[in-house]
């Protein structure tokens, strides 16, 4: 078990990247460049909080395949990255982008999160003819934060949510540099006031302690610069959810900010396996999987 000044080196991304400001920074211009550029289909309520809403980038044909990324950031400073930066990238290979927002976790408990995020799934789901999407092609992916979210959906059992909901609604997952056991993350001091989650409930909302109900295909990635823990964590879906099959893309030269950057960038090989998944096209020969 690691001791809590480990745990913070090994969590706290924030004090290992210099470049921190800077990505957050082009990032907010790259995604008002998209929203300026892009049919963006703003502000659907899904629920009644101020925040619950989801963005919708459709792509340019009807019935479309839909990615649903959560709009999350820093456990730590309560930030939340806009990911509309991703959409060209998307749009223009025929998939649309939905990016859901929820409360800050400085306003409510990361449980209430969670069910802030079914109840944005759901309405998307019974509203996806008229957003123009095939609801039995919605994928649900993040990054750090977003990707522990996108896995806690990815294992949720729909008809215990809602009887009129299908059995399989959620057709895979994209979960980069994920946390999916929270309890080590739980105990890191610079976290704990943040999350404010004591080991049982940091047992209840980590993903692998939960099964999905198929066997949903997973894309997952961590970059190669990033920490023991990020590296370990990234390797426990694929541990836990074997009747998952879970293709793990290599990222070598990437951190945990710079890989974000290649989820939007068509030539990537996390962006190949990405299409891949939502069944756009082949991916390419550089497109390293495990399992």
Same mark, same amino acid.
């Given at each position: 078990m690691l001791d809590p000044q480990e745990l913070d080196?090994?969590?706290?991304?924030? #004090?290992?990247?210099?470049?921190?400001?800077?990505?957050?920074?082009?990032?907010?211009?790259?995604?008002?460049?998209?929203?300026?550029?892009?049919?963006?289909?703003?502000?659907?309520?899904?629920?009644?909080?101020?925040?619950?809403?989801?963005?919708?980038?459709?792509?340019r044909h009807a019935n479309a395949p839909l990615l649903i990324l959560i709009q999350s950031g820093d456990w730590h400073t309560r930030e939340t990255r806009d990911l509309?930066?991703?959409?060209?990238?998307?749009?223009?290979?025929?998939?649309?982008?939905?990016?859901?927002?929820?409360? #800050?976790?400085?306003?409510?408990?990361?449980?209430?999160?969670?069910?802030?995020?079914?109840?944005?799934?759901?309405?998307?789901?019974?509203?996806?003819?008229?957003?123009?999407?095939?609801?039995?092609?919605? #994928?649900?992916?993040?990054?750090?934060?977003?990707?522990?979210?996108?896995?806690?959906l990815l294992a949720t059992q729909w008809p215990a949510y809602a009887c009129d909901l299908p059995d399989r609604l959620l057709h895979g997952g994209v979960c980069i540099s994920g946390l999916y056991d929270l309890i080590p993350v739980a105990r890191a001091p610079f976290l704990r006031d943040a999350l404010q989650l004591d080991e049982a409930a940091a047992h209840h909302l980590s993903p692998i302690n939960y099964r999905p109900p198929h066997s949903l295909p997973l894309v997952t990635a961590v970059g190669s610069q990033e920490s023991r823990e990020h590296q370990r964590q990234n390797r426990l879906l694929a541990q836990v959810w074997t009747h998952c099959p879970v293709r793990d893309v290599a990222m070598p030269g990437h951190h945990h900010l710079s890989i974000l950057d290649a989820l939007g960038d068509s030539n990537s090989a996390l962006f190949a396996a990405t299409q891949q998944l939502i069944g756009i096209k082949q991916a390419t020969s550089r497109i390293g999987v495990h399992r």
């Open positions: 080196r090994q969590y706290n991304v924030r #004090s290992t990247l210099s470049e921190h400001a800077g990505y957050m920074q082009r990032w907010a211009v790259q995604s008002q460049s998209a929203r300026n550029n892009l049919r963006c289909e703003a502000n659907y309520r899904y629920g009644s909080g101020d925040r619950e809403t989801v963005d919708i980038f459709p792509a509309a930066f991703l959409a060209p990238a998307f749009v223009d290979t025929g998939i649309a982008l939905a990016l859901v927002h929820h409360a #800050s976790p400085r306003d409510t408990s990361l449980i209430e999160i969670v069910r802030q995020l079914l109840r944005a799934i759901v309405w998307i789901w019974h509203n996806a003819h008229d957003l123009g999407v095939d609801p039995q092609r919605m #994928s649900v992916g993040g990054h750090a934060v977003g990707a522990h979210l996108a896995a806690m």
